[in-house]
């Protein structure tokens, strides 16, 4: 199939994009810099273009369902997710210094759909449970949601870095001296976390209303589902913690780490560690 | 020009301190309850991780093959084995819901302030504690600049409120977006008003499973602990069942057509499908599963071993079919679906002339295996047309809508907390000799930088509103 073809390539993309950034920050250069988000772009624009095309095969294939159907198909609308999130976030902020640490996660997330064994590339026909419109709601807003986790992890794992060398009192040198100041960093943690935060209540919620149709009841405590409100629980604590507690700095930065490790178990570990109904991806 | 002073921008201050400080000593008793939250949050996390570790309602058997059995029973007593109902999880989640509560009731006494008093005006010990400020001489009468500067904050803002009015002072009040203070409410709200759902749910509704086979009808349902509840003066009746596969072997439509039916009066006919459930009466069906319940139709080839002539003939179960030209007959005594590993079997009992009543089974799947049976006709399957049954799901929940309900509270209050910032401007224009004294102040509720910036717009532009007062008046145009 092309659109798989494409997907690989894509990968590739990915990763010289993080060699780009990660050269960006190393060299300080503003040239690498452009190159690289102008690279980014583009990889994301041959993804989208990718994603579509598989969509357009689904149909040649006769069976015309959006390509958000399986752990394949999910892994590389992750990616998707976090790459435009992150080149938004760019846009906005006219800084590309977390570059380095978000387009590795888009990087990483592809490259897990077409190199791990267990996941398979085949288009495959939609089985009655997964026939239904609430499927986009819930995929889009999920991994919106966790794509935004995902940067906010980024985030908080720089902030850590830079944090770090301040406490061992060591003067900033190098690449962590182009780190945005420890405030601005505390400030982004949480801005992604407001930001996926109402995402994930709404592809619970989506989820709960499309069990309702299909398994005849909104809450089932199936591992998939539990996974996700412990996770809700975890940034809900975040939350609490930050805007009620004035938590700050180092404490919410790893509450955010933490938080992203119950996302990607939620999304992986539940499929391979616990059975349950939620078996697609 | 150019001796006004530099607006007062505080750097580095600690959120607008006065009015969070207020927040914070009325918080100060619950502070203990803040941290119970937080407790709260997490034990329930990792009670959920127990939850999905330990298989939940599964048979005694399934669990004695993972644990010893003293390993069952302690888990059994301390309801790890059907947590998510079990005593102490739903009082812990009673024990959030009532921390919810004094926590938003404590908070809200002070959040209603701004809704009783709307700090339009302020003492100056306040007014200095704002954390932007700004002042500059402004040539001219109050009475003059006054309409300029609800120009600038109608456009940059909001329409301000004209609070003090005597000849010689003014005070413009503007805020916007105030709903973000009472967007945490909504949330905790909607948190008791879902919980309430699933709590309706629970009391008020059933949920259980009917096995119903084509032709057939049911108007009650056996729920999961055994009770038996009738639905209320309607039956369902199952028309038809159908399932079809992709070319892959995978499951493409499971379908049930329903027929409702009430005091023998057919009221509906709907198919029902994975997805597509039917409601009546506010009880709702499912499509869940499905077997084979028995025979429509089977199709047998005789042959007849004198002539070697085969003949297809159709039969029923249970009725006596003749075989023609002869005084033969069979009759399908049982059906079973898989007959010990050797797929479909039919059991025929099969009736000749001369010779004793034999009774047999013929398979399927393997046709050989009828043949060794004496007599002068050889029976094998053609097709077996299969009597479905359609397994549905039938539940009652009243309090799904009041979920419903409580999952948009939450998003308006999603929306409000995280998308809103309650944003207040002042500016108090004093007059004096040589001209107007103007000062600005603002707070924002969240978001600081970002009001900032805005502040710093407003700020701009009633200084600039001013001089192109001052170059029309210098143009000599009288305003």
Partial sequence: MISTKMFSSVTFLYLACTVLYFNFLAFRSERLGKIATGLSWITLLIHTAAILWRWVESYQLGMGHAPLSNMYESLVFFSWCIALLYLLWERKMKSRIIGSFAMPFAFLFIAYASLAPGVSDRIDPLIPALQSNWLHAHVITCFLSYASFALSCAVSVMYLIKNKKKEQGGKETGWISLFPPLDSLDALVYKTIAVGFPLLTIGIVTGAAWANYAWGSYWSWDPKETWSLITWFVYALFLHARLAREWRGKRTALLSVIGFAAVVFTYFGVNYVLAGLHSYA | MGQSPTPVFLPGYPLSKKEEKGVFSSLGDSLSSLKLTIALLI??????????????????????????????????????????????????????????????????????????????????????????????????????????????????????????????????????????????????????????????????????????????????????????????????????????????????????ILTITEKGRKILTEPILVNHPLTYKGITFYQSS??????????????????????????????????????????????????????????????????????????????????????????????????????????????????????????????????????????????????????????????????????????????????????????????
Wanted: net charge positive; with cysteine.
């Fill in chain 2, 43 to 256: 034990i329930l996390a990792v009670a959920s991780i127990f939850g999905t570790v330990i298989p939940q309602n599964a048979s005694p058997e399934e669990y004695l093959r993972f644990y010893k059995f003293s390993t069952y029973k302690i888990l059994k007593i301390l309801g790890f084995l059907d947590m998510y109902h079990a005593g102490w999880f739903v009082f812990l989640l009673a024990l959030l819901s009532l921390n919810l509560v004094v926590c938003s009731w404590r908070r809200l006494r002070v959040t209603r302030k701004f809704f009783s008093l709307p700090g339009e005006r302020l003492e100056d010990e306040q007014w200095q504690a704002l954390p932007l400020r700004g002042k500059f001489l402004q040539q001219g009468l109050a009475a003059d600049i006054l309409p300029r500067f609800q120009e600038v904050l109608s456009r940059l803002f909001t329409r301000p409120k004209l609070v003090e009015d005597s000849k010689q002072a003014y005070l413009l009040f503007a805020e916007k977006e105030k709903p973000s203070r009472i967007g945490v409410y909504c949330i905790h709200l909607s948190v008791l008003v879902i919980l309430a759902g699933a709590l309706i749910g629970s009391f008020l509704g059933f949920r259980g499973n009917v096995n119903i086979e084509e032709g057939q009808a049911a108007d009650q349902v056996i729920l999961r602990n055994g009770q038996q509840v009738r639905f209320p003066g309607f039956s369902v009746q199952l028309e038809k069942f159908s399932v079809s596969f992709y070319s892959t072997g995978a499951p493409k439509e499971f379908k049930s």
């Fill in chain 2, 290 to 479: 499905y077997g084979v319940a028995g025979v429509a139709e089977a199709i047998l080839a005789v042959k007849d071993r004198q002539s070697g002539k085969e003949v297809a003939v159709a039969a029923q179960m249970g009725s006596r079919t003749e075989i023609q030209g002869s005084s033969s007959f069979f009759l399908l005594d049982r059906f079973l679906p898989d007959l010990q590993g050797m797929g479909p079997a039919l059991q025929v009992i099969f009736s000749e002339p001369n010779r004793p009543q034999q009774k047999f089974w013929v398979f399927q799947n393997h046709p050989g295996l009828a043949d060794r049976r004496a007599g002068r006709y050889r029976l094998t399957i053609k097709k077996i047309e299969p009597r479905y049954y359609s397994g549905l799901q039938v539940t009652k929940d009243p309090g799904v809508g009041v979920v419903w309900a409580g999952c948009l509270i939450m998003m308006a209050g999603f929306y409000m907390t995280f998308f809103m910032s309650h944003r207040r401007i002042w500016v108090r224009l004093t007059e004096k000799e040589g001209g107007t004294l103007v000062a600005i102040a603002g707070s924002s509720h969240r978001d600081r930088t970002g009001f900032e910036e805005e502040f710093k717009k407003i700020d701009q532009a009633l200084r600039e509103a001013r001089r192109a007062q001052e170059e029309n008046k210098e143009r000599g145009g009288q305003p």
